[in-house]
């Protein structure tokens, strides 16, 4: 499989993944669990089923939550994993195994990890904010904010949004991936980053396709930090993790490879090029994880600052959940800039009618709306369903599985395939 054709299946850029499109009728075989899933509840969570547009929802309950995580396990070799679901009736948060391989502490609820590209619906969210205070338009051309950007009179700052620009995804280089493996404590700068990729040429015109890139994201935040005056962590702070009440979130310096405690180390098997064009790793590498003989690599402290913008956020389960009820509810944007929003989002391979979604800064996945993120040893997923008060999260501490696929979005998949049943 060539990494490149598949949309926004890009490893190196904790990106969504919009491949999981069909999330209605998928499910997941509950009937194994192990007793190493443990799980905990507030309020109550029944059996009933709501109704709407999105077909019919039945909560999953305690027992399913830890079969999922449990089963997720058995196929991607996680430590640990934690599961949150929030409904009408009540929230059921789940457990798996351990914040460390052989050792550590439980899983918990408050545990901190790295969230990826769910840190661009900050990015995002900022750069529309501005936009509302009338500092920047989403019609704007980026030239107008970086003329360095090529063709940048022509690329308008909500193509950038929406990944349709045509930049190239620095990220998908040969050299940022020898250096993340070579040099994983290496601190990178935005402009750098930027760098990287305008000097690769375009995959397309703009507007004429899609393709996931976090160069559009560190553009952003760049764009951000000039017209707010201030570096993208206060702006994060004031903007979006205060006002959201996202107690346990952070955006930490470059220098910075710390998680504040209690966090959960992180795993990841092989190395970044080797999976560059194929996220999965050869097949008698996949057999040595399987059997035991291929061990993965902590990577918990490997310098983030090369995701910056477009991936650099700490946070946990509830901030996740808060913040995904924020994003879909609208609580951080006017009501027209939220509409606007909305309406931006459509569908990432137009010939595929059940294709995921993508917009400004925020995707819809079968009957959620919300972000995935994935960087070297962290997967999360964070989805909210406004219209019938459904809100999930599922992070994974080793990613990707050594079969490239997602840990936490493939559980969260399987999970919205058992709720909405029609």
Not at 152 to 176: C, F, H, K
Not at 244 to 264: C, I, K, M, Q, R
Not at 268 to 289: K, R, V
Not at 333 to 339: C, E, F, K, T, V
Request: hydrophobic content about 35%; proline content about 8%; some cysteine.
């Amino acid at each position: 499989m060539n990494r490149h054709a598949v949309p926004g299946r890009l490893l190196r850029v904790a990106g969504v993944v919009l491949t999981l499109t069909l999330f209605v009728g998928a499910c997941s075989d509950s009937d194994d669990a192990s007793s190493d899933a443990t799980s905990t509840t507030s309020g109550s969570t029944t059996g009933t089923s709501t109704t709407s547009g999105a077909g019919s929802v039945k909560p999953v309950d305690q027992a399913g939550l830890e079969a999922a995580l449990a089963d997720g396990a058995k196929e991607f070799l996680y430590p640990g994993a934690f599961a949150l679901l929030r409904t009408p009736s009540g929230t059921v948060t789940a457990t798996y195994g351990t914040t460390e391989r052989d050792g550590g502490d439980p899983v918990a609820s408050g545990d901190h990890i790295r969230i990826g590209s769910n840190t661009k619906t900050w990015t995002a969210t900022v750069i529309l904010q501005l936009a509302q205070e009338g500092k920047i338009a989403v019609t704007d051309p980026v030239s107008k904010y970086r003329p360095d950007v090529p063709n940048g009179e022509n690329i308008t700052v909500a193509q950038v949004l929406d990944m349709r620009s045509g930049l190239y995804n620095y990220s998908e280089t040969p050299e940022v991936n020898e250096a993340l493996d070579n040099q994983p404590e290496r601190v990178w700068t935005p402009e750098e980053l930027l760098a990287i990729g305008l000097a690769q040429p375009p995959y397309f015109p703009p507007g004429q396709g899609y393709h996931y890139s976090n160069t559009n994201y560190v553009l952003l935040g760049l764009v951000a930090e000039q017209l707010d005056g201030k570096p993208l962590g206060e702006i994060y702070r004031d903007r979006i993790i205060g006002p959201a009440g996202l107690t346990n979130s952070s955006f930490p310096e470059a220098t910075d490879t710390s998680l504040p405690d209690p966090y959960s180390h992180g795993y990841f098997f092989g190395t970044n090029m080797l999976t560059l064009t194929d996220p999965a790793l050869p097949a008698d590498m996949q057999t040595a994880a399987t059997d035991g003989t291929l061990m993965p690599t902590d990577v918990t402290n490997n310098n983030p600052s090369w995701t910056w913008s477009a991936g650099g956020g700490i946070s946990t389960a509830e901030d996740l959940a808060t913040w995904a009820e924020a994003l879909a509810g609208g609580k951080a944007l006017d009501a027209d800039m939220q509409a606007q929003r909305m309406k931006s989002i459509t569908p990432t391979d137009p010939s595929n009618p059940e294709a995921a979604g993508y917009g400004w800064g925020i995707a819809k996945m079968g009957p959620m709306y919300g972000h995935t993120g994935e960087l070297p040893g962290y997967n999360s997923f964070m989805g909210s369903d406004p219209e019938n008060g459904v809100t999930l999260i599922v992070w994974a501490n080793l990613a990707p599985g050594a079969n490239g696929h997602d840990p936490a979005s493939t559980v969260a998949k399987n999970l919205i395939g058992e709720m909405y049943t029609g």
